[in-house]
């Protein structure tokens, strides 16, 4: 027993210990880890996932150099992922065991791995509008967006377009359409990271000629059907003002009525015009420029009369004009 304590010793001042060593790829692309020190032919090399050092761990060995996604390369002893994937982001522990030399060495890899997965496009192109969507991304930052159109990128910083980019989602709007904007759209995310730059490119969508020409013919129809609205409701509030005018003009002649009292009045002229060579009277209409009337008032039996006189003189005619006014009190 104290000879097993004693090779253990021996053994832990020959091992060599690194520390953990950062990695990062990108989701899809191959890496090759390095082993911890050169190897011979005789050398044991060991591939744990995670830091623990036990079978349960073992991914692969120089006994047993393929498993799963993992591979060790039989010359270099290097574990190699052809297709890294999100799952395979962890701890990975190497450890060679030199026979010939009785030592071994244990080094430990961080392994970072960024994934995105592809937007998805949905688009409404009866109102021109695409929706560029995408899942969680690592690191999970805000990507840049650009749009594709035929499969050239848009500068959507012009009147032309809109877009406003929310959380996870960005929003193109493509204002006064014509023919040079048909065909297919995309959308593309890309996020730096150390590893380099992910880009994802999502699916297609379209905007026909015959989805703008329905569209504006249905716009047409809005457009008419609103100037109806507009010209129903304007006919509606002269309708109104009318009715509300003659209401506020019969309660004014109400209201006057009733000061008056029984008071009213009435009025009887009789005029007459004589020509230079016609004696016959004619009937004169009221003229806006008879002279100032003479009242000359006369009371009988409780009535009050009153005479109104004017003349209007001219060079060929004369103009009398009597009558009487009556008042009653």
């Not at 996604?69 to 010359?75: K, L, P, R, V």
């Not at 995105?116 to 999970?140: G, H, Q, R, V």
């Not at 100037?227 to 009318?242: E, G, M, P, Q, T």
């Not at 015009?273 to 016959?280: A, H, L, V």
């Amino acid at each position: 027993m104290a000879t097993y304590y004693l090779f253990l010793i021996f053994l832990c001042q020959q091992t060599k210990v690194s520390g953990v060593t950062q990695l990062s790829i990108i989701e899809g692309e191959p890496i090759s880890v390095n082993v911890c020190m050169p190897i011979e032919r005789e050398d044991a090399v060991n591939w744990f996932k995670d830091r623990e050092i036990n079978a349960n761990k073992l991914i692969v060995n120089s006994a047993n150099r393929q498993s799963g996604n993992f591979s060790m390369d039989g010359t270099s002893g290097n574990l190699v992922i052809k297709q890294v994937n999100r799952k395979d982001a962890g701890l990975y522990t190497c450890q060679v065991v030199e026979k010939a030399k009785e030592s071994h060495c244990i080094r430990t890899y961080d392994l970072n791995v960024y994934y995105m997965d592809s937007p998805i496009l949905t688009s409404y192109t009866e109102n021109y509008i695409f929706y560029c969507e995408w899942a969680e991304i690592y690191p999970d930052i805000k990507p840049d967006v650009q749009w594709i159109h035929n499969g050239d990128i848009r500068d959507t910083k012009t009147a032309k377009y809109n877009v406003i980019t929310t959380n996870k989602t960005s929003m193109l709007m493509v204002h006064q359409v014509s023919e040079n904007d048909f065909g297919n759209y995309a959308c593309r995310i890309t996020v730096e990271t150390m590893a380099g730059n992910m880009s994802k490119t999502s699916n297609v969508g379209e905007i026909k000629h015959t989805d703008a020409c329905s569209f504006d013919e249905s716009s047409r129809s809005v457009r008419r059907i609103s100037l109806d609205l507009w010209l129903i409701v304007i006919v509606c509030a002269a309708i109104s003002f009318v009715c509300i005018v003659g209401v506020l003009w019969s309660a004014v002649n109400r209201r006057r009525q009733k000061n008056n009292g029984n008071t009213y009045q009435t009025s009887e002229f009789t005029s007459s015009i004589t020509g230079p060579d016609n004696g016959d009277d004619l009937p004169v209409p009221p003229h806006p420029y008879i002279s100032q009337p003479v009242i000359i008032p006369d009371v009988c039996d409780g009535m009050t009369w009153s005479t109104t006189m004017a003349t209007i003189e001219t060079d060929n005619m004369s103009l009398t004009w009597s009558g009487y006014d009556e008042v009653r009190n």
